[in-house]
């Protein structure tokens, strides 16, 4: 008997402290949980803002107005407007072909405040017609349109005329801090260096956004 009421205390006591255990345990899984819970949400929560970030950073290229046409009635232009960037040399690069003009991208979009850059050939090989041939015979006043991928037209002014050579520093053709748009057209003018297979100027015409 001595035995068995010993006994009892001590099965007692067992029972207890696994009761304890139990009960600790589960509250620690229950805590890990709660906590795994938490982070699930944060992390949830960051993916959705990265998700909302992103896709209104992919609306606004959508969005943005992008040239698509140059028209320059004066000289019969009527060209699709391709997209460069820079050579591999640094120099802003052209259009593929002889009949399309090109937007320098990384540059201001036409009738956005800053200088837009849009070049093309003149000159091609075998007197294949190209689509600046006659841009030197552009005067002040004459009126130049780019057409955007929503279907708006800008109007832009001709200020002048320059010339460069294809090393001359012309931060005047890319940059401006009158808080205005312009664009500006580039071509090749001058003879034809047949060991550097370029020509020997470069010809820039400068224009203004027309105010109305």
């Given at each position: 008997?001595k035995?068995k009421?010993?006994?009892?205390?001590?099965?007692?006591?067992?029972?207890?402290i696994g009761?304890?255990f139990t009960i600790i345990?589960?509250?620690?899984?229950?805590?890990?949980?709660?906590?795994?819970?938490?982070i699930?949400?944060v992390?949830?929560?960051?993916?959705?803002?990265?998700a909302n970030?992103?896709?209104?950073?992919?609306?606004?290229?959508?969005?943005?107005s992008?040239p698509?046409?140059?028209k320059?009635?004066?000289?019969?232009?009527?060209?699709?407007?391709?997209?460069?960037?820079?050579?591999?040399?640094?120099?802003?690069?052209?259009?593929k072909g002889?009949?399309?003009?090109?937007?320098?991208?990384?540059g201001?979009i036409?009738?956005?405040?800053?200088?837009?850059?849009?070049?093309?050939?003149?000159?091609?090989?075998n007197?294949?017609?190209a689509?600046?041939?006659?841009?030197?015979?552009?005067?002040?006043?004459?009126?130049?349109?780019?057409?955007?991928?929503?279907?708006?037209?800008?109007?832009?002014?001709?200020?002048?005329?320059?010339?460069?050579g294809?090393?001359?520093?012309?931060?005047d053709?890319?940059?401006?801090?009158?808080?205005k748009?312009?664009l500006?057209?580039i071509?090749?003018?001058?003879?034809w260096n047949t060991?550097?297979?370029?020509?020997s100027?470069r010809?820039?015409?400068?224009?203004?956004?027309?105010i109305?």
């Amino acid at each position: 008997m001595k035995f068995k009421i010993l006994s009892r205390p001590k099965l007692s006591a067992v029972i207890v402290i696994g009761i304890i255990f139990t009960i600790i345990l589960f509250l620690y899984f229950v805590l890990q949980n709660f906590k795994l819970f938490e982070i699930n949400q944060v992390e949830s929560s960051s993916s959705s803002v990265a998700a909302n970030n992103l896709t209104f950073i992919n609306q606004q290229k959508v969005s943005s107005s992008l040239p698509v046409n140059l028209k320059i009635p004066a000289i019969n232009v009527d060209s699709t407007i391709e997209y460069v960037g820079l050579t591999q040399d640094g120099a802003v690069d052209v259009p593929k072909g002889p009949a399309n003009v090109a937007w320098f991208d990384l540059g201001t979009i036409p009738g956005e405040n800053g200088s837009s850059i849009v070049s093309g050939h003149s000159g091609w090989k075998n007197n294949i017609p190209a689509v600046f041939d006659n841009l030197y015979k552009l005067k002040k006043g004459d009126k130049i349109y780019t057409e955007d991928n929503t279907g708006i037209v800008t109007t832009f002014i001709v200020r002048e005329l320059k010339t460069y050579g294809p090393s001359e520093n012309a931060p005047d053709v890319f940059f401006v801090n009158d808080e205005k748009a312009h664009l500006n057209l580039i071509t090749c003018t001058g003879f034809w260096n047949t060991i550097l297979k370029s020509h020997s100027k470069r010809l820039v015409v400068f224009t203004d956004k027309e105010i109305k």
